[in-house]
């Protein structure tokens, strides 16, 4: 993978900061596997792209496999994944599972409207008639696992980073009623300090991605839209 100079030499720095005493808090926080001898290594899965990273006297070498081909995924991710490993750095990872909750209220989390709304929309059409049977490969794709909520047809989590949740719930409509989903966040982001911005991007990642796989692993094709960005 072709790294920018700003970016190489950003991760470079933070990987440099990985030690034996720290590495387990640095695979918590990117749900991956890290090593520490003379060469340092990392390797992750995050919503389904795959990353291998050594560094080795200052030779920065990143390996990317994407089943989806989006690169602007995978180059996004790893520089959220980038933020994730310097915020266990400091300490900033989930202690605990805690309740969950909406994005309204997180600080700054009335500019996330718009967006829940969009992403909302998406999955209500996109996902229409779908059973809990059809989403498991594509839940396991992105590296997340089936949970129950309330009375929804289907539900799932996963926590790219920083072991926070992210909570997708489905209710596929009636006759007289529509269908619905909602989009819920652990608690436990307020020990994270995570910017609001960042998290939102994630979650519409989240969903895309989780719905490009659904249709990858199924075969169906889209209903309206191609994907939440067109």
Not at 69 to 88: C, G, P, V
Not at 109 to 133: N, P, Q, W
Request: proline share 2%; hydrophobic share 40%; aromatic share 6%.
């Amino acid at each position: 993978m072709q790294l920018k100079a700003d970016v190489r030499d950003r991760l470079i720095s933070i990987i440099n900061k990985i030690s034996k005493s720290n590495s387990s808090l640095i695979s918590k926080a990117i749900n991956g596997e890290v090593s520490v001898n003379n060469v340092k290594r990392l390797e992750a899965s995050i919503l389904g792209v795959k990353y291998e990273i050594e560094l080795s006297n200052g030779d920065l070498k990143v390996n990317v496999e994407d089943p989806l081909n989006r690169e602007e995924d995978s180059s996004r991710l790893l520089t959220y994944m980038t933020n994730a490993i310097e915020r266990a750095l400091q300490g900033k990872i989930a202690s605990s599972k805690r309740g969950l909750i909406g994005l309204m209220h997180l600080s700054g989390g009335h500019t996330a409207r718009l967006y829940e709304k969009k992403t909302i929309d998406f999955l209500t059409v996109e996902m229409d008639g779908s059973t809990v049977e059809e989403i498991e490969k594509a839940v396991k794709d992105i590296g997340g696992s089936i949970v129950e909520h309330l009375n929804a047809t289907w539900s799932f989590e996963v926590s790219p980073f920083n072991g926070v949740r992210i909570r997708v719930a489905y209710w596929q409509g009636e006759e007289d009623m529509p269908s619905g989903a909602a989009v819920l966040i652990g608690e436990e982001i307020k020990e994270i300090d995570l910017p609001i911005e960042e998290l939102i991007t994630i979650i519409e990642m989240t969903i895309n991605r989780f719905v490009l796989f659904y249709r990858k692993e199924t075969g169906k094709q889209p209903k309206l839209f191609h994907s939440l960005y067109f």
